[in-house]
């Protein structure tokens, strides 16, 4: 066999290369610094110098994957790893590809699967099953097995698992976790029990992967934990953005990030593009297969995602995004219903200006500040709804349709007495529940600082003071129910219950 070191030196696949190859009488081939960055040069390397085994970081083997091969080349096995592959190989390649997966801490290889040519296209290549003396386990958050299908943590353990990390004790009993006999009766399944039992203790490591098993028993990577992140109280993984975009035929490669700025959450799609497309077209595509929340702000096109030494994506080397637009498209507002709309967006999006042409959506905006937009150009006199500004996200165009309303210069004043049911509330009564306490509440707080019962009391009435559907009070007549709101002061008194004494 005629192998190659391709890997930099400082990526764990650089040992896993050669040393198997040295053991087992083949010889090494290693390319110059110029054929490992392209990769047309690197295909036609690796047929010249008849090369019959290679590994290529996941990123350069995409790439090389995209190219024709000449019917002459004797590579037999491409393996890839190192970050997630997203596509299977085309039809017709003259080579086997094997997708890898495996952490450091685990050393180099912890599952491996072929990826068949004709695997569906509609989800990303497996990353196979566990090597042999390898465990792998899909955890939740208390160390409870998942089903098959949904996502929980990669835990490994086995023979390659390492000791820990040098002089960092803390980090090592973070990650390094042990799971006894007695843990494995109450956390896991029959399944995972026995190889648990299989000795006293089991050292796992938490990989921070997360992953689901298929049907077929392989498994599937989804992403990093870390990679999950939550913006405006909705959680989202970032690597289902890019496996969606990737779905659209002018997207070559793509990288979502989240950026923040005063105090500003922002989802961000860099697009290596394969053909001419505008921010636009991209986010209409997303709009009717991903919900509001998971739809990016900005779209920044780049002729190449940045990587790291190891053939990784750079995160932390992805430029900010440029939410202000180019001065030569900039024109001023002209008439006091585009003055109004310029200062509301620019106080949101936190920009200097804003222009009559500049899009929304393409400065930042997004369906939960459109939400703000049109509350604040109602409180101006401006009558809006978010439907126009969907379908007019320029100044100008929804000034043009803007009507006018009374300026709100105050709000509701104090509400007391005798309301009439709302229509949901009449509902409710019409039910008939049963239950005496349907209609009650309750919540256990534990506070970590000395608790000022006095100020407590007083931030409570306070609340009951501005809030007045806190006062309401639902009586039974002769009518039927009706609903009263009573004076601030007049509600049910704080009752105080010490419970120090009892034991927990």
């Not at 290889?109 to 290549?125: E, F, I, M, Y």
Request: glycine share 8%.
């Amino acid at each position: 066999d005629r192998a190659t070191q391709i890997a930099g030196p400082g990526f764990d696949a650089s040992v896993w290369e050669l040393w198997p190859y040295l053991t087992a009488g083949a010889s090494i081939h290693i390319p110059d610094d110029d054929t490992r960055a392209s990769p047309s040069q690197l295909r036609d390397w690796l047929v010249s110098k008849a090369i019959t085994i290679a590994f290529l970081p996941t990123p350069l083997a995409e790439s090389v994957l995209a190219l024709e091969w000449p019917g002459e080349t004797v590579l037999r096995t491409l393996l890839t790893g190192g970050d997630k592959l997203h596509l299977p190989p085309p039809p017709g390649l003259p080579f086997a590809l094997i997708n890898n997966y495996g952490p450091t801490e685990y050393t180099v290889v912890t599952t491996s699967g072929l990826v068949p040519p004709n695997a569906s296209v509609d989800k990303a290549p497996s990353i196979g099953r566990p090597v042999a003396n390898t465990q792998l386990y899909l955890l939740d958050p208390h160390l409870q097995p998942v089903p098959v299908g949904v996502p929980g943590e990669l835990h490994v353990g086995g023979a390659g698992l390492a000791r820990g990390y040098l002089n960092r004790p803390e980090l090592t009993a973070e990650k390094f976790i042990e799971v006894n006999s007695e843990h494995a009766e109450r956390s896991v399944n029959s399944v995972h029990r026995s190889l648990f039992t299989a000795s006293r203790t089991t050292r796992l490591y938490k990989t921070g992967d997360l992953c689901r098993y298929r049907p077929d028993g392989n498994v599937e990577f989804l992403g990093r934990l870390d990679h999950q992140v939550k913006i405006r109280g909705f959680r989202v993984e970032l690597g289902e953005i890019e496996n969606v975009l990737r779905g659209h035929a002018a997207v070559q490669d793509v990288a979502a990030w989240v950026w923040e700025e005063a105090g500003s959450k922002r989802l961000v799609a860099y697009v290596v593009p394969a053909a001419e497309v505008s921010a636009a077209e991209l986010r209409a595509f997303l709009q009717g297969k991903l919900p509001d929340h998971m739809i990016p702000t900005a779209f920044v096109m780049l002729e190449a995602l940045p990587l790291t030494a190891n053939g990784k994506v750079d995160r932390k080397a992805l430029p900010a995004p440029d939410w202000t637009p180019a001065e030569r498209n900039y024109i001023a507002p002209r008439t006091p219903k585009e003055e109004t709309l310029a200062a509301i967006w620019s106080q949101l999006l936190s920009l200097k200006q804003v222009g009559t042409g500049d899009n929304f959506f393409e400065l930042g905006g997004d369906s939960i500040l459109s939400i703000q937009v049109i509350a604040r150009a109602n409180q101006a006199g401006l009558c809006l709804t978010p439907r126009q500004l969907f379908e007019h996200p320029t100044i100008a165009g929804l000034a043009a349709v803007a009507g006018t309303t009374q300026i709100i210069h105050a709000e509701q004043g104090l509400v007391t007495g005798e309301v009439p049911l709302t229509p949901i509330q009449r509902w409710f009564f019409e039910q008939e529940f049963a239950g005496p306490y349907h209609w009650n509440q309750s919540v256990l707080l534990e506070v970590r600082q000395p608790l000022d019962r006095v100020k407590l009391e007083a931030a409570v009435r306070q609340l009951l003071a501005h809030h007045d559907s806190l006062r309401s009070r639902f009586e039974h007549v002769e009518a039927g129910w009706q609903q009263n709101i009573v004076a601030p002061g007049e509600e049910t008194p704080l009752d105080w219950f010490d419970l120090t004494s009892l034991s927990n």
